[in-house]
């Protein structure tokens, strides 16, 4: 019986992801600088048999790096693995002290919800998503966005990187990955710089 229980969730849940998939966006988009006085932080996770690795990147109004964040976590679905992602991005952005952001993932099942009040999430993200809604309030302007894998790519490269290497915690702007750098190059913003992430107790 549970092993019943457990293959129906699972089916549910990928049921869901191609219905959200099927009802995303169709019009691509390109990585923007967010407006003066804002961060545009983007996420991502590379799934593994044994781990999850998120990835963050952070970017101010000229493009340039702000900071780069990787963490490991249990295994699990590609769609909890993004909601933990965002949750990230916010705790990284308030430990930071940035107080208008907005935050981009190219998971519409996850960004849906988190942008519009009447969404409610998928049963295996409602906790995560009730959390990342909790933390809004420590915001001056929060803004939530769905971007195609085009216009992540940069993050998406550091999370592959992360899995690879196992790494944990802020990224020094002299370990971004060649990759990453090329990717933003691309984008046409060079990064220059990186603030390392500060705990608030």
């Not at 966006?25 to 407006?35: E, L």
């Not at 964040?69 to 916010?90: D, N, T």
């Not at 998928?122 to 420590?138: A, P």
Request: aromatic residues 10%.
């Amino acid at each position: 019986m549970e092993l019943s229980r457990q293959i129906l969730r699972s089916y549910e849940e990928h049921k869901q992801a191609w219905k959200d998939n099927l009802h995303s966006p169709i019009r691509k988009a390109i990585w923007k600088p967010p407006p003066y006085g804002r961060v545009k932080l983007n996420f991502d996770v590379a799934i593994r048999e044994e781990k999850t690795s998120l990835a963050i990147v952070g970017r101010d109004d000229k493009g340039e790096l702000l900071f780069a964040w990787a963490e490991q976590i249990e295994p699990g679905s590609p769609l909890v693995g993004e909601a933990k992602a965002a949750l990230c991005a916010i705790k990284r952005a308030i430990e930071n002290g940035f107080s208008k952001i907005i935050v981009k993932g190219d998971a519409w099942n996850v960004i849906d919800p988190l942008s519009n009040a009447e969404k409610t999430p998928h049963w295996s993200i409602v906790e995560v998503v009730t959390d990342i809604l909790y933390f809004v309030k420590c915001f001056d302007s929060i803004v939530f966005s769905f971007v195609y894998r085009e216009g992540n790519v940069p993050v998406h490269l550091l999370a592959q990187w992360a899995a690879f290497v196992n790494w944990v915690g802020s990224v020094p702007i002299s370990k971004v990955p060649l990759l990453v750098s090329e990717a933003m190059e691309r984008e046409s913003f060079r990064p220059s710089r990186l603030l390392y992430s500060v705990s608030h107790k």
